[in-house]
């Protein structure tokens, strides 16, 4: 069972960026995806997340209206497209799967809850 993020890397304010999450040995379809960062000196904060099973999506409040995700079941790959991209949106990005959705959407983002994690990939917005 593995996750592999790609796609991070330097970019301006503004710009747009499309981060992936590749899993490997479990489909996707059958798990809760979502998306977490960690900037510097800062806790783990919840971006976004995917109900495989149902379709469902949900994004934090700093995101929502410029983040989203989307799928690719042929590839079993999750991605978060990020648009008009902010400084504070620099970060390490996860992505981390589960096995049970959340039961209401204030557990999108309980990080213990994940049994797969990504190693991250960086994201650095600059001013």
């Known amino acids: 069972m593995q996750l592999v993020e790609s796609g991070g890397g330097l970019v301006q304010l503004g710009d747009s960026l499309r981060l992936s999450c590749a899993a490997s040995?479990?489909?996707?379809?059958?798990?809760?995806i979502s998306w977490f960062r960690q900037a510097p000196v800062k806790e783990r904060e919840g971006v976004s997340g995917f109900n495989g099973r149902d379709g469902s999506s949900h994004y934090a409040d700093s995101v929502k209206g410029r983040f989203t995700m989307s799928t690719d079941n042929v590839k079993n790959t999750v991605y978060l497209i990020m648009h008009s991209l902010k400084p504070e949106a620099t970060a390490i990005y996860y992505c981390?799967?589960?096995?049970?959705?959340?039961?209401?959407?204030?557990?999108?983002?309980?990080?213990?809850?994940?049994?797969?994690w990504g190693q991250g990939t960086q994201v650095t917005v600059s001013s």
């Open positions: 981390a799967a589960k096995r049970y959705a959340p039961t209401d959407d204030t557990k999108w983002y309980i990080a213990y809850e994940y049994d797969y």
């Open positions: 040995g479990f489909i996707l379809d059958y798990y809760s």
